[in-house]
């Protein structure tokens, strides 16, 4: 008799159909969090207050509006000054 083998992409397919919802949003929203406080500090470290504070203005006026374009403009715009 032979023993089916599972191929590893098999493997970590069904890992991943098996994972709760719940859980893999928690982590991803840890991530995305942790790298825009990340990012906060770098700004702040960065650029003078004013401009820090501008920045992260529009940083998180960008994810509430879902509009990274929202942002990346005003990088350019201070980049300019």
């Known amino acids: 008799m032979q023993k089916r ?13 098996n994972r709760d919802m719940n859980h893999v949003i928690e982590n991803r929203a840890n991530n995305v ?14 650029y003078s207050p004013d401009k820090a504070e501008i920045l992260e203005k529009k940083l998180l006026s960008a994810i ?18």
């Open 5 to 17: 083998t599972k191929s590893l992409l098999e493997e970590l397919e069904s890992i991943g159909s």
């Open 33 to 46: 969090i942790t790298s825009a406080i990340n990012l906060i500090e770098l700004i702040s470290r960065h």
């Open 64 to 81: 509430k509006g879902r509009d990274a374009n929202r942002f990346s403009k005003s990088m350019r715009k201070k980049n300019e000054d």
